[in-house]
Every structure is written in C-alpha cells, then in structure tokens.
C-alpha cells in the first residue's frame, strides 16, 4: 500500500523518460496501466522483457491506435483514470483522438502529463532529439568535462531521468494534489531542456556570481578544484573525493598524511593543478581497499568508485537494501523512503499485451466488450494479450 495507492494512471508507451516516470508512480503504489503497441514498432533498446526495469510494476495492453474502436477502448479507461502520461512529438496524440481537449472533456479531473525533450512549443519542438541535444541546449553539457577536454555526456541521467523523469512525477503528483482542492485537472507540459535548465539553477547562480567560470575543469565542482575530484589506486581503480568545506579537507590532510606540511590554502586556484597532482601521486601509493580503510566512514566526503557490478555488494548498500533482486534481476529498489507508507516493486516487467483482458475487465469491460475488440482487431489476440 504504497503513497500512491488508488490512484489510477494511464501510460501511452514511449521510451526513456516516461517509462521511468510511470515506473517511479507505479514503485509508489499507483496502478499504472501500460497501453503498448499491438505490433513491434521497435521502441528503444530491444533486451529480453526481464531486463526492461523501466517498464517494471504495471500491466500492459496491446492496443492498435490506429482503429478508432481502440481509441475509444482508450478513452474509456480515461473516463476512470486519475492521471494519463505520454511521450510523443507535439501534437501526435491529438491526431490519434487523445489529445488534452479530448481527454479533458471526458474526465475534467485528469491530470495530462506530456514528455518531450523541447516542450509542446517553441522553435525546435517539432524535431528530433536525445537526452545528449536537450542537455546540449540547456548549458549543462558545456559545464561537464575536464579542463581541455570536450564535453562528456554523462549517461543519460542529466536529460532523459533527472530533468525528465523525475519533472514529469513531480508535475503529475503535484496536478494530484491540487486537483483534490479545486476538483479541475490540468495539462503538465515537462520538457527535458526545462528540467535540465532547472537543475543547473545553483550552477547559473554561481556563475552570475562570478564564482563559476565558462572553461571546464576550473570550477569547485567539475574536476577543477584538486579536494572534488576522482584519483586513481595503486591496483587501478579510483576513489572518489569532495571535501570542499574546511573541515572536511582538513580531515583529508590529516587521513592523506599532508597535514603539517607547507600547503598553500585551500581555495588558492592557482594552487590548484599542483595540488592536484600531489594527489594524484600520494593515491597510486595505496590500493583503493587501503584508502578504503583509512578514510571510509569518516568526515573526508570519501567514497570509494564502485562499477555497476560492485555496488550492489557494498556493505552500505546492502545494508540499505539499495538494490533488490526481483525477477530474477538484481535492480535499484524503490527510492524514496516513506515511514507508513512503504513502497515496492509491485511486479517484474511485462511482455507487450501480457495482461490485455485482465487488465481491461479491471477497468470496467465486460466480455462482450472484449469480443467486439478482437474481432475488429483493437487488442492483440493469442497468449499476447492473456495474463
């Protein structure tokens, strides 16, 4: 019973940022129904159904959107639904018949949340694009890299997930709550340039301070300052710093075996690149399991770098039960934590279809509903579209 539970939400399947978002609802404690395609149209990455952790917690049902008696099947589960999410180009689901009016006038409580990587308007909202171009345009990718170095894309956490993602659940959870008070929906336009703009708020104000410089790699935060950066071991792994606040890289003398040497202060950029290498030097004298243990646990901001393979196995992490494995898949856990409320994986991913008339009975078909859908072709028919 998680902080969502009872709510009802609608997800028009995409890739990337929605199917992560739907995940974070459904994680939650919301029903979130998937409504996928009935034929492979090849959507992202294709992997075995298993390993699509995004589409984890929810059913699915194959609809063919391109028959009006599935558009219609769709605007029925809206008639029910709390919230509908949705990934296209500007104006795709108003020329399929579930566009914000549509749905709006059928149920004026929803809540309409669009993902887009350049917004519904706009100079560029009709083109292509990927995390790497939205991220590009809003400023960030410029700020990440090393000095000299071009531009690194850093996965696509910054675009897609956080500035995507996590915008569009905030936006859906907070049209929720408002709407409980004026009993109106609202359309959420969140568009990945937007979320990735957002996030860089504390950087543009430290460069409108003066204290952030355009080059990269001459900054406290981006590998510029030699107490926030990554080092290498002595048994070629790396450990991670970020003692930027007095005490804390006073803690780092100390545990580094720098204290009581002539060192220039801490914030002397100039002193900076030599510092650095000092660093550099003094962390290929240890393995990083040696760093581990002089400095992990204390006020260093100390961690060390662990692979994707490594982390779910630190002790932290276990302890936290940071990862799970379900399905057979060791994966993240539900983030965040709620004290009553708890949250979870309600169930691993699912194959396209593979809960078409269960799921839809849930909703409120009956059989001949279903009958009239399969013989005209709306909803997939074999094992597909059984639970």
């Known amino acids: 019973m998680g902080v969502l539970s009872g709510y009802r939400i609608i997800e028009l399947a995409g890739i990337g940022p929605g199917p992560m978002c739907a995940m974070l ?36 049902v194959a609809l063919d959107l391109k028959r009006p008696e599935a558009i219609e099947a769709v605007l029925r589960m809206v008639d029910r639904a709390d919230a509908l999410i949705e990934g296209f180009r500007p104006g795709v689901t108003e020329r399929l018949g579930l566009g914000p009016d549509t749905c709006l006038k059928r149920n004026p409580r929803l809540i309409y949340g669009r993902m887009t990587g350049w917004g519904q308007e706009g100079p560029m909202a009709l083109a ?10 809003s400023g960030a990718l410029h700020s990440i890299g090393r000095k000299g170095d071009t531009p690194v894309p850093p996965l696509n956490l910054v675009g897609d997930f956080g500035g995507g993602a996590l915008y569009l659940a905030l936006g859906v959870v907070a049209g929720l709550l408002e709407a409980q008070k004026s009993g109106k929906g609202q359309v959420v336009d969140a568009a990945m340039v937007d979320g990735a703009a957002s996030l860089m708020t504390a950087i543009y104000g430290m460069h409108g301070s003066g204290m952030w410089s355009d080059e990269r790699g001459e900054n406290i935060l981006d590998t510029g300052a030699h107490y926030y950066e990554v080092y290498e071991t002595k048994d070629a792994k790396f450990v991670s710093i970020g003692s930027i606040e007095a ?3 006073e803690e780092l003398l100390r545990l580094s075996g720098l204290k009581g040497e002539e060192l220039p202060r801490q914030q002397d950029r100039k002193s900076w690149p030599a510092m650095k290498e000092r660093l550099k030097a003094l962390f290929l004298t240890k393995t990083r399991d040696e760093w581990c243990k002089i400095m992990e646990g204390s006020d260093i901001c100390f961690a060390p770098v662990l692979s994707m393979s490594e982390a779910p196995k630190h002790p932290h992490n276990r302890h936290r039960g940071t990862f799970v494995e379900t399905g057979g898949v060791v994966q993240p856990g539900p983030a965040p934590r709620f004290s009553r409320t708890p949250s979870a994986i309600q169930r691993p991913p699912a194959r396209p279809g593979e809960h078409t ?5 849930d909703w409120g078909f009956g059989a001949s509903d279903l009958e009239q859908l399969r013989k005209c072709g709306a909803i997939a028919t074999g094992s597909a579209a059984k639970s």
């Open 25 to 60: 609802l459904s994680d939650m404690g919301a029903d979130v129904l998937r409504i996928d395609r009935t034929a492979d149209v090849g959507l992202g990455v294709a992997m075995d159904t298993k390993y699509s952790l995004l589409n984890r917690g929810r059913r699915s």
């Open 128 to 137: 292509a694009g990927h995390d790497i171009n939205y991220i590009a345009l």
């Open 247 to 249: 005490k804390f890289y």
């Open 357 to 361: 008339e269960e799921a839809l009975r």
